[in-house]
């Protein structure tokens, strides 16, 4: 597909979301980390949020190979990249919560903290790619050496 159309979609989805978010209201919620939210008896009183941090957390995960594919053929700089913003993703939602919500509001902590566990094996795929494509290419066998350094 086209990155145009991964574009849309993620308007679309942050369009959505933010008509959830509206009808939903604001929610008045007590949680010391971000994956108490995924219970049960939480998860059953607040429905739509639910549903709204899912689509923002696909959203922000669309969007961060979306602007990773500028970079062509360097999977393992893709998988620092990408394990440096899950970190930080995570690092952001526990400070937030443990701060009492200051800078965002409790569906977009909750969703930078989901999108960092969908970057995390976004990460590690990365990373994989990279170590085999050295690896496939160390047993390849070259009859140009110029070609052995091109990677």
Do not use: C
């Not at 998988?79 to 913003?85: A, D, E, M, S, Y």
């Amino acid at each position: 597909m086209k990155k145009e159309y991964f574009i849309f979609i993620i308007a679309g989805l942050v369009l959505f979301q933010y008509i959830l978010d509206t009808v939903s209201g604001p929610i008045g919620l007590n949680i010391k980390n971000p994956f108490m939210f995924l219970q049960f008896d939480i998860i059953s009183i607040y429905p739509l949020t639910a549903v709204s941090i899912g689509v923002k957390a696909i959203a922000l995960l669309i969007f961060v190979p979306l602007a990773l594919s500028v970079i062509k053929k360097q999977h393992v700089l893709k998988g620092i990249i990408v394990f440096v913003l899950a970190a930080v993703f995570e690092l952001y939602a526990i400070q937030q919560l443990a701060t009492g919500f200051l800078i965002t509001s409790i569906p977009w902590t909750l969703s930078f903290a989901y999108t960092g566990v969908g970057l995390l094996i976004l990460s590690i795929s990365y990373l994989m790619m990279g170590f085999f494509k050295r690896i496939s290419s160390l047993f390849s066998q070259t009859d140009n050496p110029e070609e052995e350094f091109n990677f």
